[in-house]
């Protein structure tokens, strides 16, 4: 029972994160707490609840970092040059056990950020819509429910087997809808991978309803969720489910049909000139559809040895970089040419000759590049991958024009001009590797699929039907929760 309250007492802290001054409308600092009795008294206190809950998502052990690098080196695009647990030596060598760092920070901190959304969900149910008003409640309801949404699908990636192995029906992970305030709360089954998808989609169709179209700056517009956020993660979501007509009809909403392919309603969004700038000051291009803002106030910038940049970069003064590019991984790919403006990202370390992703490169220590969660590059390739993967027969002319969009603005010099659907397929998904390189996607990819983990680096291949393909669940959640095996 004591360590049953210590699990309870660090969610209840997150339940009490009401502060009333902070630095400006994106970082709240907390300055004082207030009771959950009155955590609803006010439109500024329930303002700043709804900011604790994009905090939570940046911290270290999730978006702002670490989630970030586990879903790249998981793949074959990187080396290792420090076997150091800390580092995640066990995440890219495929061998973690269910006591690891990784493995308990991640867990941790996504249903941490969960029950802040559900705390306060139940808080706005009972007092804070009334407090607020209709429209701005929902609003704010929303928000909560697309942080939520992308927290559980967050976890499904690592904690749970492919939505394409057994179209869902195997075990997926504790739904908890409402908030954990004290002890005994927190007891509850694995729920299908089917039933916390539903639940996905549900959060997100609300989220689409009630947000605003548009918000009132650039910044905001990045930071902040609007309609066009939850279309497009749900472009993500039904891709990862192998459901390819649903993100097409997703991503119709906002994607044009034909060139130049800018956001048809909502937030104008579009590819930028030049790729580097979207990952330059003040990363609110309106490439960037949603992105967690780091700033060098103490606590709003990610943890020792849990940043991008840290990870990825090594230029002698910033990062450590355990993860430099493997010389056989994708910057060897033939069709990634030199003149392709995305080798920009690429860093050519001349003291130990090694090549580095350079999308984060900030300076130590307070490493504050924006994370992008979700830009429009994506938007686009996974419409043309859905519609590549319906259109058996032949190449889908959209699909290559969305290929061609993306591979175009960095390289103009290629045209693509597959012969046959098989073809287009292959040429979207190295594309998505050279594009979102850095980015987290690669373990995305590849369990979607139900591929197998290629062999890297001193690290063994990994297929679907192997353990080690999903995470072992926290060693915390099976000893705090004595309903999760039942």
């Not at 390819?244 to 590819?271: C, D, M, Q, R, W």
């Not at 859905?386 to 603005?409: E, F, G, W, Y």
């Amino acid at each position: 029972m004591k360590k049953k309250i210590i699990y309870i007492g660090l969610i209840w802290g997150a339940s009490s994160i009401l502060s009333s001054c902070m630095k400006d409308k994106l970082n709240p600092v907390p300055k004082t707490s207030v009771t959950d009795a009155s955590a609803f008294d006010t439109p500024n206190r329930i303002s700043s609840q709804v900011l604790s809950l994009y905090s939570a998502l940046k911290a270290s052990n999730f978006y702002g970092g670490r989630f970030i690098v586990y879903g790249e080196i998981r793949g074959e695009d990187y080396d290792i040059t420090d076997q150091n647990l800390v580092t995640a030596a066990d995440v890219y060598n495929m061998n973690l056990a269910n006591s690891a760092t990784s493995v308990k920070g991640l867990w941790s901190q996504a249903y941490y950020t969960i029950n802040l959304a559900n705390v306060f969900l139940d808080g706005m149910a009972a007092k804070g819509n009334s407090v607020v008003g209709t429209a701005l409640a929902a609003n704010y309801n929303a928000e909560a429910r697309l942080v939520r949404a992308l927290s559980y699908f967050s976890l499904l990636q690592y904690f749970a087997r492919p939505y394409a192995d057994g179209n869902g029906t195997k075990p997926g992970l504790p739904l908890r809808l409402t908030g954990i305030v004290g002890s005994g709360f927190s007891e509850k089954p694995k729920s299908s991978v089917d039933a916390v998808y539903k639940q996905i989609l549900d959060d997100l169709d609300f989220a689409e309803q009630n947000l605003p179209s548009t918000n009132s700056s650039a910044l905001l517009n990045t930071t902040r969720a609007h309609k066009n956020t939850a279309i497009a993660l749900k472009t993500r979501v039904y891709l990862a489910m192998q459901n390819y007509p649903k993100v097409v009809e997703e991503a119709n909403k906002i994607v044009p049909t034909i060139a130049p392919f800018v956001a048809k309603s909502g937030v104008p969004h579009a590819l930028q000139s030049n790729i580097v700038n979207v990952f330059k000051t003040p990363y609110t291009t309106t490439e960037s559809i949603f992105s967690l803002p780091m700033s060098s106030t103490s606590g709003d910038y990610p943890g020792t040895q849990s940043q991008a940049a840290y990870y990825f970069y090594n230029n002698g003064a910033v990062g450590s970089a355990p993860y430099p590019l493997l010389a056989t991984g994708i910057v060897s790919n033939p069709n990634w040419k030199a003149s392709d403006a995305r080798r920009n990202l690429i860093y050519r370390n001349t003291v130990n000759g090694r090549d580095y992703m350079a999308k984060f490169t900030t300076t130590s220590p307070q490493y504050i590049d924006y994370i992008p969660v979700i830009r429009w590059a994506e938007v686009l390739l996974n419409l043309a991958e859905a519609k590549a993967r319906i259109s058996t027969v032949a190449p889908d002319i959209q699909a290559i024009n969305l290929l061609n969009a993306v591979r175009q603005r960095s390289d103009a010099s290629t045209t693509f001009a597959p012969v046959t659907s098989a073809d287009l397929v292959s040429l979207i998904m190295t594309e998505r590797r050279i594009e979102l390189l850095g980015e987290g996607f690669r373990n995305l990819d590849v369990t979607r699929l139900l591929q197998t983990f290629l062999a890297k680096g001193g690290a063994p291949a990994v297929g679907p039907t192997e353990a080690a393909y999903i995470w072992p669940m926290s060693s915390d959640e099976i000893l705090l929760n004595p309903a999760i095996n039942r």
